[in-house]
């Protein structure tokens, strides 16, 4: 599943609307669009399914990025000459050709892996990150939502997801399979776990108890993403300090004002850490605390100024 084949026969069909389109395709899974998509879920239609559709994207960055510098793998172009670089636009100079595996199952070869490896700032292709959050967060829309259209659309969109990735030469088949796996085992396990909560996570403290996970593996990993790590923290201590969450139900106008309120905050804190200086804690403790801050910033700071604002009615008991 590391072949270069399958990626050049792709890349065969390619014409300048195909291009625009895949490029469009792949730009869904972009942090900003993600973040988004979920502020919408959240404020517009259901904010604890919205939590946890961050939720579920946020560990899937993290288990990506963890799986990512264990494995350290190349991608495509870095294996094979002949692999246009149609997202970026530049052109292939890897001295490698068919250097992709041989057999279903083998490994690219190990000359063009130690050359990724031996890279300042090597970017590793297994497992696709951008597969991995768009199977977390639409693989949640559709088991959130319940509705076989929901189911249907995710499952488009995560296969859009996957050409567009080999279409674009960013990664193997082995590395899109495994992104949707991922994303797929952590809103399996989130469903699990926080849709239907056992007896142990009803205590008040169990957001706070979760965000020391991250933060642990933080400490003890090199290769954890220090803004996952941050963003998840962010999210539970919000969910922590929360408490009862409010009523969703809602006239439209009032969902928007919701969406629009948290879009703004996120905007606001997103402009303010763009003015801390990026090693200001260090290259890994500065995005963390910038991303703690931001999801918090959303998801309390979001919700009781909507509250405020008379956007939210009544609150009403729910299960954490």
């Known amino acids: 599943m590391f072949q270069t084949e399958p990626i050049l026969f792709l890349q065969s069909l390619a014409s300048d609307w195909l291009t625009a389109v895949m490029t469009a395709v792949s730009r869904t899974a972009y942090p900003d669009v993600l973040a988004g998509l979920v502020i919408i879920a959240a404020f517009g239609v259901n904010l604890r399914a919205g939590m946890v559709l961050a939720e579920a994207v946020l560990w899937t960055e993290l288990i990506t990025g963890l799986i990512k510098g264990v494995a350290r793998l190349p991608r495509p172009a870095d294996v094979d000459h002949r692999v246009s670089l149609m997202l970026e636009g530049t052109t292939n100079d890897t001295p490698f050709i068919a250097a992709g595996g041989i057999g279903l199952f083998d490994l690219p070869q190990t000359a063009a892996v130690e050359a990724v490896r031996s890279r300042f700032h090597p970017s590793f292709g297994f497992p696709s990150s951008a597969v991995s959050t768009t199977a977390a967060f639409w693989g949640g829309v559709g088991l959130v939502s319940r509705s076989s259209r929901m189911v249907a659309l995710a499952t488009t969109v995560i296969l859009l997801m996957v050409i567009s990735r080999l279409y674009l030469g960013r990664h193997f088949l082995a590395d899109v399979a495994g992104g949707a796996v991922v994303g797929l085992l952590v809103v399996g396990a989130l469903r699990r776990g926080v849709l239907r909560p056992p007896w142990y996570f009803r205590s008040p403290l169990w957001p706070l108890v979760l965000a020391v996970l991250p933060l642990a593996a933080l400490f003890a990993l090199s290769h954890t993403y220090p803004a996952s790590a941050g963003g998840l923290g962010g999210l539970y201590v919000a969910r922590m300090m929360l408490g009862d969450l409010p009523r969703d139900a809602a006239p439209t106008l009032l969902r928007l004002g919701r969406v629009g309120v ?54 009403q008991l729910t299960a954490p």
């Open 262 to 315: 948290a879009g703004a905050v996120w905007g606001t804190t997103y402009w303010l850490l763009t003015l801390v200086p990026p090693a200001a804690l260090g290259q890994r403790w500065t995005p963390y605390v910038g991303y703690l801050l931001m999801v918090l910033g959303i998801f309390w700071g979001g919700v009781r100024l909507c509250q405020h604002l008379g956007l939210y009615r009544r609150a």
